[in-house]
C-alpha cells in the first residue's frame, strides 16, 4: 500500500449507535457519514441530545450497554473499527486515536501524579526506556505551556488550575503522538480567556504533528474558529456538512440558519432574537419524516412524511433537507 | 431631582471562611500550635445601582465573584461589610422576619434548571411557593395564580400536576421564571439562567425575559460569563475580576470604548462566528490568582500587560470618567500617568 | 418502595389506585419483574409476611403456652426420622414444644424487633441528621460526637435503636449537606420559607432514599443481632423465644444429636435475612438515580 497524502485517515460511513433501553431504541447516532483527512479539524456542532458525543464515543470504542454500533463502518487507517474486537481496539485506543473530555477534574485520575500519568502512556505505547520517557514527559508539558515542567512532574491534579489541568490532558492526550485526537466540548468548563489559549495550543499541536481532529462542541463560534469542515447533527442524523466558512456564511439547512441566527452577538441593538420555536423532541418518539419538521419554518406535507436524504452540493457539501435555503454566491 | 434607586448596594464585602471545622485547620509548625483560617475574598468593596426598568449585567469569569455578589445582595448569605439598600430600605442587617415582606419586591432565578427545581414538587406548587409564603391564600385562589404564572411563562395547564423530571432543560426555566414572578417582584436576579441551555432555546429564554420586563416593568440584574448574551440584554454592564468591580458603563460604552485593561482582553478573547483564533499576542497570559491570597495592590496586575510599580503598590478605586462610565484602574486616574510610556490602552 | 413514586394527590382511593397503576408502568417495576433475586427476596419476605401474620392457624400448638406443653413429647427429632410424629413436622425441643411451632411464633418477636428497631432508628437518626446537615456548626458537632461514643444501654430494643440511629445520622446528613446547596433549597428560601419547612418540604423528600434502602437492609441485620443477643443471653425473655433463643436453647443438646431443635431456626433466619438481603441490594441499585 502507498499512502497517499490526500486520502482521508478516518472514513465513517452510515454509522448507527443504538440503545435499547426500558423506554424504547433510543437512536442516538442514525447513519452519520464523514471523512477526515491528516492535519484536518473537523468540527461536530449540534444541541445536546444530537448524538454528537457519541459519534466519539463509536469511534472510540467506548459505546457501552445497552448501546451498540447496530450498523456502518469507521475505517481508521485501512481497518474498520466496528468491526474490532475489545483487544485489537485497545491497541488503538491511546496508540493511534486519543481522547479529550469536558472535565479536565474527572479525566485525571487524582491518587497519582501527572508525571505518573504522562509516562504510563510511554510505558504502553513506546518502548523507550526510562530516562528517555523522563525526557519526553518534560518536553511535552513545556510544549502545552506548563511553567516549570520539571519541577512540576511530582504535582498531584489537585495542584493545578483548571486551564492547567486541561493542557496537562492534552499533554497526556498528545505524548504518544496519536494519529487522530477526538476532543468532547475541551473548553466549555473553561473561562472565554483560558479557552482562547486552549483551542490556539489544540490547533498549534495538530497542525505541527499532522493529526487529525474532531471537535464536538455546542460552540458554533469556537468551531467555527477553529474546524476546517463542520458537521451539525440534529436528532442522530447529519443536517449539514461543509467547509467551515461557507456553511457559516451561507447555510443551507433551515437548522444551521436558526442555530446561527439565535447566538445574540450577530445582532445589534435589543430587536427579539430570531429562535428556533419548541424543543428538540424526544429522541424515542421522532416524528415521522424530518425530524426537524416540528420547529421548522419551512416545513410543509412532504417534510411530515418523507425523511429528507443527504444530498451533495457544490463544494464537497450536503444537506439533508427537501426545502433548502438558496445557495449564496 | 434624581431618581431614588431600585437597588443600590455600598462597599459590599464577602468574605467566606473555607477552612472547615477545627480539627481540619490544626497545625503543628516550629513547636507551636495553631489553627490558621482560610478565608475566600469573594466579594470585595462592590458598589453599584440599579434605576427601575434598567437592565444591569454583571460580566466576568468564573471565581470573579458574580454570583458571590447575587446572592449577598438577595441576602442568601449575609454581607460581611457595606449596605444593601433596596426601595429606599436598608435591609443589610435584616433578620429572616423582616426579610419576608422584602421578600415580595427581590427575586431570583438560578443557573441550573435541574438543581433548582425540587423533583419531588408538583410544577403548580413550585411556582406559588413564594406568593403562598407572603400572601398565603386559599389552595384555590394558589391554583388560579399558578395557572396566570404558567400562562405567563408559555406554559400550559396541562402541565401544571408533573413534576420537575418530565420536562426540557428550557421549559424547566420557565417554570423557575415563573416561579420568580409570582410575587410581582420589582427586582429579579438572573445567575447565568441561560447559561445550561442549548442556544436555539437560551434565544427563547431571553426573548421570553425582556418580554416580561417589558411588559411588567421590573429590573433584572442579570449574572453571565457570556458577553454575547450580555450585550444582548443589557442597558448597563459591570465587569468583575476577583471580586473587584473593574469597569462599569452603558452598554455600547462597554463594547465599543471599553477601558481597563481586563474588558479589552475578555472582549478579544471572546470567541466571534466566522472569524479567526485572535493572535496570541492579544490573549491574557497566565491565570486568575486565587481568591484566598489577593495580590497588594490591583487585582488584575498580574495577568496585566500595562501594569506599572503603583499598580503593586495601590489599589485602584472605582472613578467616574465621563458619559456614566467608571474604571478602576491607575492608567486612567488623571492625578498620574503611567511611569513608563506605556501607551494608553484604546480601543483597536 | 413508594419513595420514587410522587406525593399522592388528594382524592385518597382513586389517587391510590393511581398511584399503584403508575407504579406497575414505572421503570423499577419493570426492572423489578427481570431481576431473579429481586422477585426471590420478595417471595421470601412475603412468605416470612404470611407466616407472622397467620401464625397461629398453621401450628398445632401455641409454644408459649405452658399448658399445652407436655414434657413426654419432647426430644420428638422431625417427622421424616424415626420416632417422629406427624404433628410435630420439624420434632419437639426438650420441653416437649413443636419446633416449627416455635419457629412461627418467634418469627414474631424477631420480626417485631427487627422492625420496631427500625422504624425507632429511622425516626431519631433522621431527625438528628437532617439538623446537623441543615444547621450545621455546633450542634451539628454535639450530634455527630454522640454518634462516635455510643453508650450502653438496658434492653434489647433500645440497645438496637441506639446503635442503630447512628446510621441514618450519618447517611441523612451527609444527603442533607449535598441538598442544602442544591439551588432548589436556595430558592425556597429566597421564597422566605421559614427553615423547618425548608427541611421537611424540600430536604426530608430528598433524601428520603438513601434511608429507605437501609432501612430495607437493617431490618434483616437487626434480626440478626438480636438473634446474636439473645444467644448470648440478654435478649429477650425466655418465656417468649424469638429466633435467636430457640437456637440457644437447642444449641445445649446439639451435640446429643437433638440437631433439629437448633438447625431449623438457624436455617429460617439465614433464609429470611437473605431475602431481605437480595430485596434491599435491589432497592438500592434501583432507587440511586446517580448510578443511571
Known sequence: ????????????????????????????????????????????????????????????????RPGRIEAGEIIFDGRDLARLDDDAMQAVRGRQ???????????????????????????????LGPQARRARCIEMLAEVGIPQPEARLGAYPHQFSGGMRQRVVIAIAMIAEPRLLIADEPTTALDVTIQAQLLRLMKAQVEQRRTALILITHDLAAVSQMADRIVVLYCGRVVEIGASAALIASPRHPYTRGLLDSIPASHQGRSRLPQIPGTVPDIRKLPPGCSFAPRCPRAAERCRAEVPELTAAAGGSAFACHFPLEASA | MSELPLLRVDGLEQRFDASGSLFDRLRF????????????????????????????????????????LAKTIIKLHEPTAGRIILDGEDITGHGFQRMRPVRRKMQMIFQDPYASLNPRQQVSDIVVEPWREVAGGSADAAHERAMQLLAKVGLGAEHAARYPHQFSGGQRQRIGIARAL???PELIIADEPVSALDVSIQAQILNLMMDLKDDLGFSYLFITHDLSVVRFISDRIGVMYLGFMVETGPRDAIFDNPHHPYTQALLKAAPRIGQPLPPAAEQLTGEVPSAFLLPEGCAFRTRCPLAHARCAREQPALKHIGAGQSVACHLHDADEKPLHDAPLPVAA | MAANMPAAPPAPQRSLQRSWQRFLASELAHNWRRSASAIAGSIIILGFVVMVTAGPYLTAQNPY????????????????LEGGAFQYILGTDQQGRDVWASIVYGSRISLFIGLAAMLGSVLIGATLGLVAGFYGGRLDAVIMRIADIQLSFPSVLIALVSVGWVVYARTVRGATLREKNREYVQAARVSGLPNHKIILKHVLPNVLTPLIVIATIQVGTFILIEASLSFLGVGVPITQPSLGLLIKNGFDVLFSGLWWISVFPGLFIMLVVFGINLLGDFL???LNPRLK
Open chain 1, 1 to 64: 500500500m502507498t499512502a497517499q497524502t490526500d486520502a482521508p485517515l478516518l472514513r465513517v460511513r452510515g454509522l448507527k449507535t443504538w440503545f435499547h433501553t426500558f423506554g424504547g431504541v433510543v437512536k442516538a447516532v442514525d447513519g452519520v457519514s464523514f471523512d477526515l483527512s491528516p492535519g484536518k479539524i473537523l468540527g461536530i456542532v449540534g444541541e445536546s441530545g444530537g448524538g454528537k458525543s457519541m459519534v466519539g464515543f463509536s469511534i472510540m470504542g467506548l459505546v457501552d
Open chain 1, 97 to 127: 486515536i486519543a481522547m479529550i473530555f469536558q472535565d479536565p477534574m474527572t479525566a485525571l485520575n487524582p491518587l497519582y501524579t501527572i508525571g505518573n500519568q504522562l509516562e504510563e502512556m510511554l510505558t504502553l505505547h513506546t518502548d
Open chain 2, 29 to 68: 509548625d516550629n513547636g507551636r500550635i495553631s489553627a490558621p483560617r482560610r478565608i475566600v475574598h469573594a466579594v470585595n468593596g462592590v458598589s453599584l445601582t440599579i434605576r427601575r426598568g434598567e437592565v444591569l449585567g454583571l460580566v466576568g469569569e468564573s471565581g470573579c465573584g458574580k454570583s458571590s
Open chain 2, 182 to 184: 409570582s410575587v410581582n
Open chain 3, 65 to 80: 403456652d405452658v399448658r399445652q406443653l407436655d414434657i413426654m413429647e419432647a426430644f420428638k427429632p422431625p417427622m421424616w
Open chain 3, 284 to 286: 438500592r441499585d434501583e
